[in-house]
C-alpha cells in the first residue's frame, strides 16, 4: 500500500446508517482507523456519540468512530504519509444534483493512493470518479444491510450487514492495474471480515453481474414504488401491477444486461426477485422513502443508466423508458422543492412550451 | 317524441358542477324541466337552492330546477306520459367501480323512449348503455365548461360553456335509427340553446372524432398529471415530460384512432394541445384532482379504451401501456382507501405473489 500506518487509515463519507455501521464494523476489526465526515449528525454526535441498535452487534451508547470531521479534509497530495487509504462512500447518489461526488471527495485523494470505495447501488456510478481519478482504484460495494439513521446519531440497524467488496475494472487501464485493484479489494474485506463471524463481508469477484443482478430490483420496484408511492407487498396483492409493470422491467434490464455487458441473468432470477421482500413487511423500496420524505431520488443510477445502455446498444426498453421520464418528473418536482431556481415561473414567455398565455 | 308534455322531460343525475350548469341552461331556455338527482348536496339544495357564480350567467342565489330528487326515480314503464325524454348524466365514469352507470339509472329509462345523454369523456362509454338499453338512443355529450361544486350546493362556474351534443351510432341499428338518434341530439341542442348566446351549445356530426381528439389530452396530460401530481405548467416547464411523456402518448393515440376508427387527427393538433392549457393557470386536469381529493379517477375510459384499441388492431402504444398499468395501480390505492374488501392481508398465502412470508 506504501503506506506507513499499522492500520488502515479510512475515510467515511456518509455517516448515515449504512456507513455507521460500515465504519462500525471497520473499527471492531481493529484493523482500520475510520475518520467520518459528518453533516446533519455533527452536533449529535459530537455530544453524545452514535447510538446504535444493531441486529448484528446489539445495543450500542455513545459510541465514535477514531475521529469524526464536519467536511471533507484536504490532505497534502505530495505526501503518502498523510494518505487515506480508503475514502469510502456511502453517500446516496444523485449524480443530477450538484456538487458531484468526484469534486466533493477530490480534497480528500491521493492521486495513485486513495483507493475509493462506491458503497452505493446503481449502474456505471464508477464512470465519473474514473475520469476525475484516473490514477486511484475504484471499488465496489454492494450492501443487503439495513440501517436508517433516525433521529440525528442514533442508527436502527435492522437488517443483517451482507456486504460484497469488489473491484470496478477501468477499461483503460490493463492487467497490473486489475491485479491491484483485486488486492486492495481483497484487503479491505479483510479489515472488514476482522469484525468477526456477525458480519458476512464477502469479496465479490464479478461486480458487473452483481450490479447488473441489483438492477433487477431497483430498476422495477423501486422506480414503481417510488411512482406510485406504494409498498411492494401491495404490488403483490394487485398482481396487475407486477405483471403489467414489475416483471417487464426486469425482463428489459435482463435483455439489457445480455447485449450491453455480456451479463448472463438466469431468467428463474426473475420469480425469485418478484417474491424476495417478506410480503408481511409491505417493505417500502429506497427511493418512495426519499419521495415520502421530500427528498432527491437517486433515480439516474438504478433506471437511466440501463436505459441508456439498452439505447446505446439497441435493446427495447418500452417500460423502463415511461419510468425514467416518470422519476425524472418526481425529481423535478423535488429539486422545485429545494431549489429556488427551477420554481416554475407563472408567465411562460421564452420557453419551449410556454405558450398561450392569457393574462 | 311521443311524448305528451309540453317540455322536455329531464332527467339529471350528477348535479356537481358541470350537471347544474346544464340544469340551469335548459331550464333557462323554457324548453325543458329538469329534474335533478342529488346526493351530497341534496340538504344543501333543498334548504337554501344553489349558489352559482357563472362566468356565463353572472350571481345567481337560491336556484333550484323544476324538482329535486334524492335518488333515481322509477318510473311505469308501461306508460310513456310518465317518461323522461332525456335522461342526462354528468357523473364522473368510473366503470370499474360498482354500481354500473347503466345498472343505476335503469329504473328511469323507459324501453323505446328516453335517450340517454352521456355529458361525459372517454371512448367506447356508449358501449354498456347500447347493451343495457337496445331499444334506446344514445347521445353523446362534450363540453369544455369549467365548474366546481364547493362546499355543497354553490357552484363555482369558471370556464365559458362549450358544449357540443351529437349521436352514438349502434352499430347494430340501421339507418332509421341513425337519423331518429340525430333528431333528438338536435332536439337537445335546440332547447339548450334556447338559453341564449351565453353559452355555446352545438351540434356535433362526428362524434367519434371529437371523442378521439379530446383523448389527445385526456390521455396524455391527464393521466401523467394524475400519476406524478404535477399540473401541465410544470410539465411544460420542465420540457422533458413533454418530450418524452406527452407527445408520445398524443401520437400513440393519434395512430391508434387512425387504425382502430378511421379518425384522421391532424398532426398540427398535437403542438397545438400541448399548449392548450394557459400557462399561467398552472391547470390541474380532472384526475389529478380527483388523485388529490382520494376520489376514485376516470381512467378505464380516458387510457384503458384507446390501449384496447389498440391491442386489437395491433398498433404498439408502450408509452400507453405503462401510464395505464400505472393509473391502475393508483386506483388500486383509492379503492383501499374507500373499499375494506381490499386491504392487502398482512399474511400473503395463497395470493399469486404472496410468497416469502415470514414472522
Redesign the interface.
Known amino acids: 500500500m506504501g503506506s506507513v500506518h499499522k492500520k488502515l487509515q479510512v475515510l467515511l463519507v456518509g455517516s448515515g446508517g449504512i456507513g455507521t455501521m460500515v465504519a462500525y464494523a471497520l473499527e471492531k476489526g481493529g484493523k482500520a482507523e475510520v475518520a467520518a465526515v459528518l453533516r446533519s449528525n455533527f452536533e449529535a454526535v459530537f455530544d453524545n456519540g452514535f447510538t446504535i441498535h444493531s441486529v448484528d452487534h446489539g445495543e450500542i451508547k455513545d459510541w465514535q468512530p477514531t475521529s469524526i470531521l464536519d467536511s471533507i479534509p484536504s490532505v497534502n497530495k505530495e505526501s503518502w504519509r498523510a494518505a487515506y487509504d480508503y475514502v469510502i462512500v456511502t453517500t446516496k447518489n444523485a449524480p443530477d444534483i450538484p456538487p458531484s461526488l468526484p469534486d466533493l471527495i477530490a480534497p480528500a485523494i491521493t492521486p495513485g493512493h486513495t483507493a475509493i470505495v462506491l458503497i452505493q447501488n446503481g449502474l456505471n456510478i464508477e464512470r465519473p470518479f474514473f475520469s476525475a481519478f484516473p490514477t486511484n482504484t475504484i471499488l465496489s460495494g454492494i450492501t443487503f444491510m439495513g440501517a436508517i439513521e433516525s433521529p440525528p446519531g442514533t442508527i436502527n440497524h435492522h437488517n443483517h450487514d451482507r456486504t460484497f467488496i469488489g473491484a470496478f475494472h477501468n477499461p483503460a487501464a490493463g492487467l497490473p492495474q486489475k491485479a491491484f485493484a483485486t488486492a486492495l479489494a481483497l484487503h479491505l474485506m479483510d479489515a472488514y471480515s476482522a469484525c468477526g463471524p456477525n458480519v458476512d463481508c464477502t469479496y465479490e469477484p464479478d461486480v458487473p453481474y452483481s450490479r447488473w443482478r441489483k438492477l433487477l430490483y431497483n430498476a422495477s420496484y423501486n422506480g414503481?414504488a417510488a411512482?406510485?408511492?406504494?409498498d411492494t407487498?401491495?404490488?403483490?396483492?394487485?398482481?396487475?401491477?407486477?405483471d403489467?409493470?414489475i416483471r417487464p422491467l426486469m425482463q428489459e434490464i435482463r435483455a439489457t444486461a445480455k447485449a450491453a455487458a455480456g451479463v448472463e441473468l438466469e431468467e428463474e432470477l426473475i420469480e425469485k426477485i418478484?417474491?424476495?421482500?417478506?410480503?408481511?413487511?409491505?417493505f417500502k423500496p429506497s427511493m418512495l422513502q426519499d419521495v415520502e420524505k421530500g427528498k432527491f431520488i437517486e433515480f439516474e443510477n438504478l433506471v437511466g443508466e440501463p436505459l441508456r445502455e439498452a439505447e446505446r446498444v439497441g435493446v427495447k426498453t418500452?417500460?423502463l423508458?415511461?419510468?425514467?421520464?416518470?422519476l425524472?418528473?418526481?425529481q423535478?418536482?423535488a429539486k422545485?422543492r429545494h431549489l429556488k431556481e427551477v420554481v416554475?415561473?407563472?408567465?411562460?414567455e421564452g420557453?419551449?412550451?410556454?405558450?398561450?398565455?392569457?393574462?
Open positions: 414503481v411512482i406510485l408511492g406504494m407487498s401491495r404490488m403483490r396483492f394487485s398482481e396487475h401491477i407486477i403489467d409493470l418478484i417474491t424476495a421482500d417478506g410480503y408481511d413487511k409491505c418500452p417500460t423508458k415511461v419510468v425514467y421520464g416518470l425524472k418528473g418526481l423535478f418536482k422545485e416554475v415561473p407563472r408567465n411562460g420557453l419551449k412550451y410556454g405558450g398561450c398565455v392569457r393574462s
